[in-house]
């Protein structure tokens, strides 16, 4: 088992920033994919970024040039820096990660952008 908890959510101006990070305890080893997933009220969760063990990236194109994801893999966490936030980033943001033929989800921090 995989246990993800997530940190750094909270309330911010449209043009402002927040950092999320994600600690992941227990069987950590052979974690390849880590992700970040967000899901606003009526919406289907959706992929905002995702890096794997090699640090390869990809990002939802709503998020591209202004959200970094990073990883710290003797850390085993991964984070996510969120620049020029705009009110429609609103949402519960949730830490994802693959471990083989696994999936694992954090308990979700939400981040609120007022304009």
């Known amino acids: 088992q995989v246990q993800l908890v997530e940190s750094g959510g909270g309330l911010v101006q449209a043009g402002g920033s927040l950092r999320l990070s994600c600690a992941a305890s227990g069987s950590t080893s052979s974690i390849n994919m880590m992700a970040w997933y967000r899901q606003a009220p009526g919406n289907q969760r959706e992929l905002v970024a995702r890096i794997n063990t090699g640090g390869t990236t990809a990002y939802d194109d709503s998020v591209k040039g202004r959200f970094t994801i990073s990883r710290d893999n003797a850390k085993n966490t991964v984070s996510l820096q969120m620049n020029s936030l705009k009110p429609e980033d609103t949402a519960v943001y949730y830490c994802?990660?693959?471990?083989?033929?696994?999936?694992?989800w954090g308990q979700g921090t939400q981040v609120t952008v007022s304009s």
């Open positions: 994802n990660a693959h471990r083989g033929p696994w999936t694992y």
